[in-house]
């Protein structure tokens, strides 16, 4: 009994001394002081702790259920959100910053900045290929250019700005640009438009009071004639005395300038000249995801996005069209949604493919059959950019596609030329891989021959028919592009 209640005591008396070591460790702590903390395997009971349904799951797992909660809340039968992606890749919707042009962005700010500050007149001229963000860099400048001119303390400019495509005549700018300046005020009888805009721009003023002008004229190509008098009477406006004009000029045409005006040098009127250059593949897949940062689901499917964009700047770098790309794709998208149909090949291969393939189809989660897909992708692209050699090859038997395809792979990992033989073990060996009945041999050679003579193939002469050379005489990328929206060729050709 003795040793029982000895060691009740013990026990009681350790448990009273880690208290008091808590306790005191606690007090020499110092309110926000770090610098002597307490070891991270002592305990402190009752001390509050976060509840487990307030913590943030730590684990990539969960992390990526949340995420994927996220995507699965897109749903393309909902009208709202159809018109919310359509919104987005329009080309009235104005992103709030200009990327891929931050170059040529500084150059034109600078020009404009120079002019206000030191009260100069100016002209510039900004071309390049469609589609290359030239309208809107420009829309982003007037805005700036008030913007910094507030900032540093200075009249902010007045801005005008003249389509040339609604004028009926070129003589009519003169007018339009009027209008902006005066309102509806009509030309006098005894002057020209032309003459009483000269009088508006030339007015003397004080220094101080003096506010320039930035006139942007777009789509400047219009105002081309005969004698280009309108397109001279434009560059002369900032050179004319007391002039407060600077004279922003955009057209596709880079030869404008040097090729219809090369009297603009003798006149002292050149302008500074900017060109912009078409968008890469890099460039428009970047701004295709600025584009759809907004929306709160994952619209597209990453490879969707980079065909697109690999296709448009291969084509003609033009963003406008990458932009009615995308939307086309997700009207297909929206069209399968509604009918309750999934296309998930533009031709429906799995069904009409009995020759002897076995092939399990390629399974789609939920997920992915509600995004836009890399079969929509392509649908859309061959729209846009219909090829008669593209139309061709995908008009083409089964067989003869197979024919293509094999030569492709062929020339990819060897020389530009074989034998008929040798395209024949290819083509053998394409249906081995893909379970598929082969035909025979003067077939074969039959299809080369229908292939030679829609120019997709060359077929060269010789005695024996296994001997012929055959060369591709159609783009790899044509061949590619033909028959990546069919899910069998496009693993085939990876």
Same mark, same amino acid.
């Given at each position: +009994?003795? $040793?029982?209640?000895?060691?009740?005591?013990?026990?009681?008396?350790?448990?009273?001394?880690?208290?008091? #070591?808590?306790?005191?460790?606690?007090?020499?702590?110092?309110?926000?002081?770090?610098?002597?903390?307490?070891?991270? =395997?002592?305990?402190?009971? *009752?001390?509050?702790?976060?509840?487990?349904?307030?913590?943030?799951?730590?684990?990539? $797992?969960?992390?990526?259920?949340?995420?994927?909660?996220?995507?699965?809340?897109?749903?393309?039968? =909902?009208?709202?959100?159809?018109?919310?992606?359509?919104?987005?890749?329009?080309?009235?919707?104005?992103?709030?910053?200009?990327?891929?042009?931050?170059?040529?962005?500084?150059?034109?700010?600078?020009?404009?900045?120079? !002019?206000?500050?030191?009260?100069?007149?100016?002209?510039?001229?900004?071309?390049?290929?469609?589609?290359?963000?030239?309208?809107?860099?420009?829309?982003?400048?007037?805005?700036?250019?008030?913007?910094?001119?507030? &900032?540093? @303390?200075?009249?902010?400019?007045?801005?005008?700005?003249?389509? !040339?495509?609604?004028?009926?005549?070129?003589? =009519?700018?003169?007018?339009?640009?009027? &209008?902006?300046?005066?309102?509806?005020?009509?030309?006098?009888?005894?002057?020209?438009?032309?003459?009483?805009?000269?009088?508006?721009?030339?007015?003397?003023?004080?220094?101080?009071?003096?506010?320039?002008?930035?006139?942007?004229?777009?789509? +400047?190509?219009?105002?081309?004639?005969?004698?280009?008098?309108?397109?001279?009477?434009?560059?002369?406006?900032?050179?004319?005395?007391?002039?407060?004009?600077?004279?922003?000029?955009?057209?596709?045409?880079?030869?404008?300038?040097?090729?219809?005006?090369?009297?603009?040098?003798?006149?002292?009127?050149?302008?500074?000249?900017?060109?912009?250059?078409?968008?890469?593949?890099?460039?428009?897949?970047?701004? #295709?995801?600025?584009? #759809?940062?907004?929306?709160?689901?994952?619209?597209?499917?990453?490879?969707?996005?980079?065909?697109?964009? $690999?296709?448009?700047?291969?084509?003609? *770098?033009?963003?406008?069209?990458?932009?009615?790309?995308?939307?086309?794709?997700?009207? +297909?998208? &929206?069209?399968?949604?509604?009918?309750?149909?999934?296309?998930?090949?533009?031709?429906?291969?799995?069904?009409?493919?009995?020759?002897?393939?076995? #092939?399990?189809? &390629?399974?789609?989660?939920?997920?992915?059959?509600? +995004?836009?897909?890399?079969?929509?992708?392509?649908?859309?692209?061959?729209?846009?950019?219909?090829?008669?050699?593209?139309?061709?090859?995908?008009?083409?038997?089964?067989?003869?596609?197979?024919?293509? !395809?094999?030569?492709?792979?062929?020339?990819?990992?060897?020389?530009?030329?074989?034998?008929?033989?040798?395209?024949?073990?290819?083509?053998?060996?394409?249906?081995?891989?893909?379970?598929?009945?082969?035909?025979? *041999?003067?077939?074969?050679?039959?299809?080369?021959?229908?292939?030679? =003579?829609?120019?997709?193939?060359?077929? @060269?002469?010789? $005695?024996?028919?296994?001997?012929?050379?055959?060369?591709?005489?159609?783009?790899?990328?044509?061949?590619?592009?033909?028959?990546? @929206?069919?899910?069998?060729?496009?693993?085939?050709?990876?």
């Amino acid at each position: +009994m003795e $040793r029982a209640d000895a060691k009740i005591t013990l026990g009681s008396e350790r448990k009273g001394h880690k208290r008091k #070591l808590a306790e005191t460790s606690l007090e020499t702590l110092a309110p926000g002081d770090n610098s002597s903390p307490l070891p991270q =395997d002592v305990e402190i009971q *009752g001390a509050c702790r976060e509840p487990d349904a307030l913590r943030t799951p730590k684990s990539p $797992r969960k992390k990526a259920n949340n995420l994927s909660n996220q995507i699965q809340k897109w749903n393309p039968k =909902d009208s709202s959100q159809i018109l919310a992606v359509k919104a987005a890749l329009h080309l009235s919707a104005v992103p709030t910053t200009v990327i891929c042009r931050e170059e040529e962005l500084k150059k034109v700010l600078e020009f404009c900045k120079m !002019c206000i500050e030191k009260k100069k007149v100016g002209s510039m001229y900004v071309c390049g290929c469609p589609g290359t963000g030239k309208s809107l860099l420009l829309e982003k400048v007037k805005f700036l250019s008030i913007e910094w001119a507030k &900032e540093v @303390g200075m009249p902010p400019p007045t801005s005008v700005v003249v389509n !040339c495509t609604s004028l009926t005549n070129t003589s =009519d700018i003169f007018s339009k640009i009027l &209008e902006q300046c005066q309102g509806k005020k009509k030309c006098s009888v005894n002057s020209s438009p032309f003459q009483e805009l000269k009088s508006f721009l030339c007015e003397k003023k004080q220094s101080s009071a003096k506010k320039m002008m930035l006139l942007i004229i777009d789509e +400047m190509d219009y105002l081309i004639s005969k004698d280009q008098a309108v397109l001279y009477d434009l560059f002369r406006l900032p050179t004319f005395p007391n002039s407060h004009c600077m004279l922003i000029g955009i057209s596709n045409a880079i030869d404008l300038t040097d090729r219809f005006l090369p009297k603009l040098q003798s006149l002292n009127c050149k302008p500074l000249v900017m060109t912009f250059r078409a968008y890469s593949k890099d460039q428009i897949l970047k701004i #295709l995801q600025q584009r #759809l940062m907004g929306l709160p689901c994952q619209i597209f499917q990453p490879e969707a996005l980079e065909l697109c964009a $690999r296709k448009v700047a291969a084509a003609s *770098g033009d963003m406008r069209k990458a932009l009615h790309v995308c939307r086309g794709a997700v009207e +297909m998208l &929206e069209a399968e949604s509604t009918s309750g149909i999934h296309e998930l090949d533009n031709i429906s291969y799995e069904k009409s493919m009995i020759n002897g393939l076995n #092939l399990p189809p &390629e399974r789609l989660t939920k997920q992915e059959i509600n +995004m836009v897909r890399i079969d929509h992708m392509a649908r859309a692209l061959a729209k846009t950019f219909r090829s008669a050699v593209v139309d061709t090859i995908q008009s083409l038997p089964r067989h003869q596609q197979i024919v293509l !395809c094999s030569a492709v792979k062929f020339f990819r990992r060897r020389k530009k030329e074989a034998t008929l033989g040798e395209l024949n073990a290819a083509y053998l060996d394409f249906c081995k891989t893909t379970s598929m009945y082969p035909l025979t *041999g003067p077939e074969f050679s039959s299809m080369c021959r229908v292939l030679s =003579d829609q120019a997709l193939l060359n077929l @060269g002469q010789s $005695r024996e028919d296994r001997l012929r050379r055959v060369t591709l005489r159609v783009d790899e990328g044509d061949v590619n592009f033909a028959l990546q @929206g069919i899910r069998f060729f496009r693993n085939c050709l990876q």
